[in-house]
């Protein structure tokens, strides 16, 4: 399981709704947004994607043709993809305040496309393949815990909580298993069933906090994800199960994340590779804000099956506007900057079904502006994985 997927999502997820409270409160409405819910349209076409997409290979950088990118803007064609063999490579020239300009997200990698994967430095020798060889009925449980700072304040008022206000703790133990037997083509089933959610509140103004966010966390109790994982970590197929007690406000949250749901191993790349080996894991999320990832990773260590990973995550708004899941209907509002980058930690057994142990740390400073009102939110996520056979 990919450690900085659940603290990347987790925080954007924050964000977007506390971007939706904002924008609701708006005194001049901006226009109209189209009816049909596009971070779920962005999701279903991404399930698909990845379903249809071939697991033995990862794609390769091509640019884009398309006159329009996924929100609908018009792309310059003759811009050229920030894309290249040598990797991802965006600073403030390209994306000015950490936004990019219409079309350019989509001569990288389309909201309906699987994550990229590009070798950078094959590292030093000896060299061989990184390949996942999971059992069939091997079964694992992995414990998550996340925790949160954030502030938040409109313009021309000073911030919400200066230096941060804490959020309590939230630790999900899930039960990993793989099926009984892999395929033709070496991809095994793999069943992720979240066993509980827990919210761990370390004073009263937190214990206030927990009251409310405990009710619809644990609703997500009993959710099942299923999908086919392919020796590279590719995955598709992917199906998501509610627990029976879960609320509609979780149904839908769930259906927001998905595209993380999607991607909860971390892709390998191709070719032999040494100590010292980099690769970038690019991926596209849709779920209010659009957002474009690309993770860089680092093969600091390997003995027989174990491997230590270290890895800077990026990201930038792939769209100026964020609307849709999370937003009033009828409501749109400007992302005006956004700064977004992590690192982290990760220990794993490439016969396991989770990390032994992980730990990563985002920071994220995001700004949006509707109608007279403006709004910026900074966070501050740091998660750890603990697995246990």
């Known amino acids: 399981m990919d450690w900085l997927r659940p603290v990347t999502q ?25 009816s049909a819910d596009s971070a779920t349209a962005a999701s279903s076409a991404s399930a698909k994607s990845s379903a249809e997409a071939s697991s033995s290979s990862s794609a390769k950088p091509v640019a884009s043709t398309d006159p329009v ?24 020239k390209s994306a000015p305040n950490g936004v990019l300009p219409p079309g350019a997200a989509d001569k990288i990698i389309k909201a309906s496309e699987p994550p990229k994967v590009v070798l950078l430095d094959a590292g030093q020798d000896p060299k061989s393949q990184l390949v996942y060889d999971v059992k069939p009925k091997s079964k694992q449980r992995s414990t998550m815990k996340m925790d949160m700072t954030m502030s ?10 200066p230096g941060g206000m804490a959020l309590p703790q939230i ?5 990993l298993a793989a099926g009984d037997a892999k395929t033709d083509k070496g991809e095994i089933p793999i069943v992720v069933t979240v066993a509980d959610v827990k919210v761990n509140p370390k004073s009263e103004q937190e214990k206030q906090m927990a009251k409310m966010m405990g009710p619809q966390l644990g609703a997500m109790k009993g959710l099942k994800i299923k999908s086919l994982i392919d020796p590279k970590g590719r995955a598709h197929d992917v199906s998501v199960e ?12 769930i259906d927001q994340m998905k595209q993380s749901m999607e991607q909860m191993v971390a892709p390998l790349p191709d070719g032999d590779v040494g100590i010292g080996a980099k690769w970038q894991v690019i ?17 600091v260590k390997r003995e027989d099956s174990k491997i230590e990973l270290e890895g800077v995550v990026r990201q930038v708004a792939a769209s100026g506007s964020l609307s849709g899941a999370g937003m009033p209907a009828g409501m749109a509002a400007e992302i005006k900057s956004f700064r977004s ?32 009102n403006s709004m910026q939110v900074d966070t501050s996520v740091k998660i750890t994985f603990v697995g246990k056979k």
């Open 283 to 299: 991926t596209r999320v849709s779920g209010g804000a659009d957002i474009l990832q690309w993770t860089t990773y680092t093969l």
């Open 10 to 34: 987790g925080r954007r997820f924050v964000s977007v709704v506390l971007l939706a409270l904002a924008a609701s409160g708006c005194d001049d409405p901006a226009p109209p947004t189209p």
């Open 341 to 372: 980058n992590g690192t982290g930690k990760t220990k794993l057994d490439l016969g396991s079904l989770a990390p032994e142990s992980g730990i990563g740390d985002v920071t994220s400073s995001l700004s949006v502006a509707g109608g007279k």
């Open 152 to 161: 938040m304040s409109m313009a021309g008022q000073p911030p919400s909580a």
């Open 69 to 92: 990118d996924s929100n609908g803007s018009a792309a310059d064609p003759s811009a050229p993809s920030l894309l290249t063999a040598k990797g991802l490579e965006i600073d403030e």
């Open 171 to 175: 630790e999900i133990p899930m039960d």
């Open 242 to 253: 509610v627990g029976k007690d879960s609320t509609p406000e979780a149904k839908q949250m």
